[in-house]
């Protein structure tokens, strides 16, 4: 794949006439090229002309990073080294959002690009009015052969160049073996949704690994079955399952956007009903798209883009809703994208909601029950894609995934099942009711359902399994997996949130996100300015920028399972409390009530309490510090005693200690 708009020996570029490289970049440039566009590569090229030309090697003009849904202005290979330029053209001062934005370009060809991972990358931030501006040439603490972003204006950009390749040591970059390198980005779930949203394919923003089934094969297997039960006027149900991190979300959206049309009977919907993510994803694509849209020299107000955005993005239980309003009409979408289908609402829950809520004494169903019957109501045909987590149940009420196939078995015997070969795996909980379905004739096992290797944590791809392990207690296959974890996404442990928070800071680098995260449970962390019942605006905390005391950055909010659930950062702090406490019998679970902790005795809230942790461990996608407070001997609700077992535990398993 082609990935720069204009591409050249450096030589070349400077024998080229600004119109000549103009015409060619206007040619492959994807919408319509706006008079400010032009000018802006014009002074581009008429600055490199001046200062690029006693060098040898290559230059791209508008490098595309699909996971960001961003180009790199230029990126230059000269000898050893990568140089990535950013121009702010007319610019006399380096902003710190400029700073993040060159640096995040040079860590995406790092971290994804394949053919960069063992070179030097130098982030070069270019604005063209600054004076006497050149900041010190140095590497990142990772060692890694990232440099931290150089600031420099026109007349040192020549200078600049010349002292990095002097700064370091290495064989020339071979011009068709970069080219030919795969670009295999993991992106989070919100820069995944603004690329496909775009127009991004899903091959384009997803690993390639050759070891796993991946993102494009489960794809293909779901819209394989949507195009089957259009063609034969079937009901279909696809169960999708997935390690944590994996990217069932993101399978999800990708089908969502690829019939997004709603003139189309293959129209569909995406369904959640995590209420932070939905607000996210909403905010996050109706931000970019008035983004976009003004850089292409237009304008929308955001409330035109919200309200694309949210017939796009639905709140399961307003769907729900709807549904209720008509109980015989048909919903205009054929396909229903359910995710975290395991989190659906018993019978138990619904019916009170309902009764409590809407003021329907008599509704007897279970929301997987209700939701399927409202897909039933097509007189031709239908599909419903539930992507399910395992061990991601934490709140009362919480279905699992049993009552999906209960459902079925009860009152739609005539929906063709698809189940993913892993469903029977213990985390899932559907071991026995799937048993139930076996005398059905259409009921079809496929391989591709299951999605078997986190993308979150690009660094690693065992953190889920370690985190398993050692919530399972499970310490002598936790020790080995963690030993191979370490090497390429560090976790630690501490006592002291202060380290923990420096830690934090000195390892994320550009806009790398990070931020403090505690069960929803955990009551007793308040001398350390950890409050739970404090409320935080999920779309600040997870979009908002370094200079918004309401974004993570601050370190001063933190966010709960209840938060971050399908949701990640780069960098996460786990802090500890006392509610899940380690002891030689195992776990203790804890609820602090009055003045004192009580013991969780049902064994529903004990598997919630557990889960919470479970999906606070794994929100990280680069590293974490895991804090366990010291406790206070004068304090009878934070007696050492709570906290030690559990830090000697974590010391056992082999988390080294800051």
């Known amino acids: 794949m082609k990935r720069a708009y204009y591409s050249d020996s450096i030589s070349n570029f400077c024998k080229s006439s600004p119109e000549e490289i103009v015409g060619k970049l206007a040619i492959n440039n994807d919408f319509s090229l706006e008079q400010t566009q032009r000018d802006a590569w014009l002074e581009e090229i008429n600055i490199l002309h001046r200062t690029i030309s006693s060098f040898q090697g290559s230059i791209y003009f508008e490098y595309s990073i699909p996971r960001m849904g961003q180009r790199i202005d230029v990126v230059l290979l000269i000898g050893p080294v990568i140089f990535v330029l950013e121009f702010k053209i007319g610019e006399d001062e380096f902003a710190s959002y400029a700073i993040d934005q060159v640096w995040d370009y040079a860590l995406d060809l790092k971290n994804f690009h394949e053919s960069s991972h063992d070179q030097y990358i130098a982030p070069l931030l270019i604005a063209t009015k600054a004076e006497n501006a050149y900041s010190v040439i140095s590497i990142t603490p990772q060692n890694d052969k990232l440099l931290f972003p150089v600031k420099c204006n026109i007349e040192m950009l020549e200078k600049v160049i010349k002292d990095v390749l002097h700064f370091v040591e290495g064989d020339n970059i071979d011009r068709i073996q970069w080219e030919s390198g795969r670009y295999c980005p993991t992106p989070n779930i919100i820069e995944a949704a603004m690329a496909l949203y775009n127009g991004h394919s899903v091959s384009e923003i997803s690993r390639s690994d050759a070891s796993a089934i991946n993102l494009s094969q489960t794809s293909d297997a779901i819209s394989a079955v949507i195009r089957l039960s259009k063609e034969k006027f079937q009901k279909s149900i696809c169960f999708v399952t997935g390690v944590p991190g994996s990217g069932k979300t993101l399978v999800g959206l990708n089908i969502a956007t690829t019939h997004i049309d709603a003139s189309n009977d293959l129209y569909s919907v995406y369904l959640s009903g995590n209420g932070p993510l939905v607000e996210i994803l909403r905010e996050a694509l109706a931000r970019d798209k008035v983004r976009l849209t003004q850089e292409r020299g237009n304008r929308i107000k955001k409330g035109e883009a919200m309200s694309e955005v949210k017939a796009f993005i639905q709140n399961v239980h307003h769907f729900r809703d709807d549904c209720l309003v008509d109980v015989k009409s048909p919903p205009i979408e054929h396909v229903a994208l359910f995710d975290e289908a395991q989190r659906a609402w018993n019978v138990e829950q619904t019916s009170s909601f309902m009764r409590r809520k809407k003021n329907r004494p008599d509704f007897n169903y279970s929301e997987p029950e209700f939701l399927i019957s409202c897909l039933d109501r097509h007189p031709d045909w239908a599909v419903i894609v539930c ?115 420096q830690w934090l800071k000195k390892q994320a680098r550009g806009s790398e996100r990070y931020g403090i995260l505690v069960s929803s449970q955990a009551e007793r962390l308040k001398p350390y300015a950890i409050d739970v019942k404090s409320t935080i605006s999920p779309i600040h905390w997870f979009l908002d920028g370094k200079e918004d005391v309401r974004s993570s950055y601050y370190l001063e909010d933190v966010a709960t399972e209840f938060h971050v659930q399908g949701l990640e950062l780069d960098w996460a702090c786990v802090t500890w409390d006392a509610d899940f406490r380690y002891s030689k019998t195992g776990w203790e679970h804890k609820s602090f009530c009055g003045d004192r902790w009580n013991n969780i005795k049902k064994p529903e809230r004990k598997n919630y309490l557990k889960n919470a942790y479970r999906v606070l461990l794994t929100r990280a996608r680069q590293g974490m510090v895991i804090v366990v407070p010291p406790g206070d001997v004068e304090d009878p609700t934070r007696y050492p005693k709570f906290y030690d077992a559990t830090f000697e535990y974590l010391k056992e398993i082999g988390f080294s200690e800051i």
């Open 387 to 501: 992507l399910i987590g395992g061990g991601q149940e934490i709140n009362t009420g919480e279905a699992g995934i049993s009552e999906w196939i209960e459902s079925l078995n009860r009152s739609f015997p005539k929906w063709n099942i698809y189940i993913s070969s892993r469903l029977t795996d213990s985390e899932y909980g559907a071991g026995e009711v799937l048993k139930t379905v076996f005398s059905r004739s259409n009921v079809i096992y496929k391989d591709e359902l299951h999605l078997a290797v986190s993308m979150r944590s690009f660094r690693s791809e065992n953190v889920s399994l370690l985190i398993k392990q050692t919530l399972d207690l499970d310490t002598d296959n936790a020790c080995a997996t963690l030993k191979n974890v370490k090497a390429n996404y560090p976790i630690v442990i501490t006592r002291d949130l202060i380290k923990a928070k």
